[in-house]
C-alpha cells in the first residue's frame, strides 16, 4: 500500500492528508439538523451527521488529495453508531481512490497487538468465511511497548502489503516529557526513528517501507535529524496549520525528490469555513471552503519545496 500512497501523492502533486476527525461544533447546524430530525438527538443522530458531514468533504475534496486520516476517537465518543460512521468513512473514501490512514495509536503486547492488527488492516475468520473488519490501509501505532507491541503490525503488513506509522516525534507540547529524555547522551525519539528503520526494512515497498514515522511538524529540527535516521520511511507530519506548523517549516521532512513526508492538516481543512479566509464560503457551502483550504495548504508545500 506504500507503493500506492507514494503514486497517488505523485499523481495529485500534493504530499497532503486530509483529518477527519469531525467533532459535532464542527459540523453546520444545517447539517446536524437534518440528521436529527431524522434520528432525534440520540447518537445515531450523531453519527448520521459526522457521516454526512464527512462525505460532503471527501466529494469536494477527492480529486486534490492523495489521502484521508480519520481519527477513530471522534467516532468512539459517539459508540457503536459512531464506530458505525467510521467504518462507512473508511469504505466511501477508499470506493474515492483515497488511501485511508487510520488514527487509532494502538499499542499492546502478543494477541492483543494482533487483534488490533487484523481488526484495522488484516482480515479475520469466522467459521469458513474471511472478513476485512476496518480495512484501513494504514494504521497509526505506539510503540511504547517495544517490538513486541509492533510485530503483530509488521505480520499483518507482510500479510496484506498494508502498513504503519509508528509514533516517533509527536506534535504535542508535553511530548518532551519522554520522547526527549536522553539516553546515552542521545534522545528517545532518535533511538525510535532507528527501530522504525530497523522494523522497515523488513516491508519494503519499491521506493519506501511500509512503516513509516510520525513526526510532528512543530518540530522542524528533528523532523531533519529523523529524516537522516529514516530514509526510507514515509514521514507522517502532523502539526500543520492549527497547530502553528508552515510550508517552510517542513522542507527537510522531505527527501530530495520531494518525496518522503506526507502532512496532515485536520480542522484547518474540514472545519475551513469557520475560518475568517474561508467565511465567504458560508456553513452552507463548506465543502467548498474545505477545497480551498486544500488548495491554499497545497500551495503553500509546494512552494516551499521549490525555493527551499
Known amino acids: 500500500m506504500i507503493n500506492q500512497l507514494v503514486a497517488n501523492i505523485k499523481k495529485t502533486g500534493a504530499p497532503i492528508v486530509v483529518g477527519l476527525d469531525p467533532m459535532l ?21 450523531a453519527a448520521e451527521a459526522i ?3 464527512n462525505k460532503e468533504i471527501v466529494d469536494k475534496t477527492y480529486d486534490l488529495i492523495p489521502a484521508v486520516k480519520p481519527q477513530i476517537a471522534m467516532y468512539e465518543q459517539f459508540g457503536l453508531p459512531g ?5 462507512k468513512t473508511v469504505d466511501y473514501c477508499k470506493e474515492k481512490g483515497l488511501v485511508v490512514i487510520g488514527d487509532i495509536k494502538r499499542g499492546d503486547i502478543g494477541s492483543t497487538s494482533a487483534a488490533y492488527a487484523v481488526g484495522h488492516i488484516g482480515k479475520v475468520k469466522v467459521g469458513s468465511k474471511t472478513y476485512a473488519p476496518f ?3 494504514f494504521v497509526t501505532v505506539n510503540p511504547y511497548l ?3 507491541g509492533v510485530n503483530p503490525f509488521l505480520d499483518v503488513c507482510k500479510e496484506e502489503k498494508k502498513g504503519i506509522f509508528v509514533l516517533v516525534k509527536t506534535s504535542n507540547p508535553s511530548s518532551g516529557e519522554f520522547q526527549d529524555q536522553k539516553i546515552d547522551g542521545r534522545p528517545l525519539y532518535e533511538l525510535v526513528g532507528e527501530k522504525v528503520a530497523a522494523w522497515g526494512s523488513e516491508v519494503m515497498g519499491d521506493e519506501y517501507s511500509y512503516v513509516g514515522a510520525v513526526v510532528g511538524a512543530t518540530y522542524p529540527e528533528m523532523g531533519k535529524v529523523l529524516r537522516k535516521v529514516m530514509p526510507k520511511a514515509y514521514i ?4 500543520y496549520g492549527a497547530q502553528g506548523g508552515k510550508g517552510k517549516d517542513l522542507v527537510h521532512f522531505f527527501n530530495e525528490d520531494g518525496l518522503g513526508a506526507i502532512v496532515n492538516s485536520s480542522r ?16 452552507e457551502n463548506f465543502g467548498d471552503a474545505s477545497r480551498a483550504a486544500v488548495e491554499t ?5 509546494k512552494g516551499a519545496l521549490e525555493n527551499r
Open 297 to 301: 495548504m497545497v500551495a503553500d508545500i
Open 146 to 148: 517495544g517490538s513486541d
Open 51 to 53: 457521516w454526512q458531514f
Open 25 to 45: 461544533n464542527y459540523i453546520p447546524e444545517q447539517v446536524q439538523q437534518k440528521a436529527f430530525a431524522e434520528y432525534g438527538e440520540t447518537l445515531e443522530g
Open 83 to 87: 464506530l458505525a460512521a467510521f467504518k
Open 268 to 283: 484547518g481543512i474540514i472545519a475551513a469555513y469557520k475560518q475568517e479566509q474561508y467565511a465567504k464560503f458560508g456553513a
Open 135 to 137: 480495512d484501513e490501509d
Open 236 to 239: 507522517l507530519v502532523p502539526g
